[in-house]
């Protein structure tokens, strides 16, 4: 408790705020609206939202999951991301050691922040649309790619010198890793956004954790597959599918934050 628990709780408030606005980018993605203007009404009754009913995960909370005026239900996704964002932003916030007060940790902080929110769009977007946008991966390739040049670490400095070679080689393994099983299914396992996604990965987590990613990618995936057709036998049959991307992105976040522990439990 003291500094670093208020911290948290104001970089927590900060993530929902940011979880809310993914909310509407993955909402309003190639639907042709524009994600900054326009206010955000109800989808039913098109009922203009105050701006108590736009508090992150309070306003579900008040109105109990319904819009006030045609009583439609609001989708749990809309809290969950919000939580889900506040809650990344703090683990991010105590991995970047930010209360060292070293404008380098704000600088990796702001970096991160912005990486693992587009894996927030893209693990969202694939659940929905069963397709990762193109725009969003190559943004978050790019990203990845960046942050080699810190050697793929925290507190290290930005400059050529420490770009991450081993890291950079491992983004392309993981990527002809799900080419080969995208080439051998052709196409039924996975889309071939997931073998773009898998190079970032790669860049983002180095060998060691994005193999760890991948691994608990495939595991979780596997036993939410079964969970399915286990629980809605007519819904989800052997031939449906579920999309992959937000198990690969699960994976990642996962690894990245307990990557060495889970590294010494699986190899
Ligand atoms: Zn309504």
Partial sequence: MGVDFFAGIIIFVFGAVIGSFLNVVILRLNTGQSTISGRSKCFTCAKKLKWHELLP?????????KCSACKTKISWQYPLVETITGIIFVLLFQQSQISNLKSQNFFDFGFLVLIFSILIIIAIYDYHHQIIPNFFVWIFNGLAFLWLFNFGNLSAIWR???????GFLAGFILFAFFALLWGVSKGRWMGFGDVKLALGIGWLLGMAKGAAAITLAFWIGAIIGVLLIYLSKNKYGMKSSIAFGPFMVLGTMISFFWGEKIISFLF
């Fill in 57 to 65: 995960i309070i306003s579900f909370v008040l109105l109990k999951g």
């Fill in 160 to 166: 050529i010198e420490n770009f991450n070679m081993d």
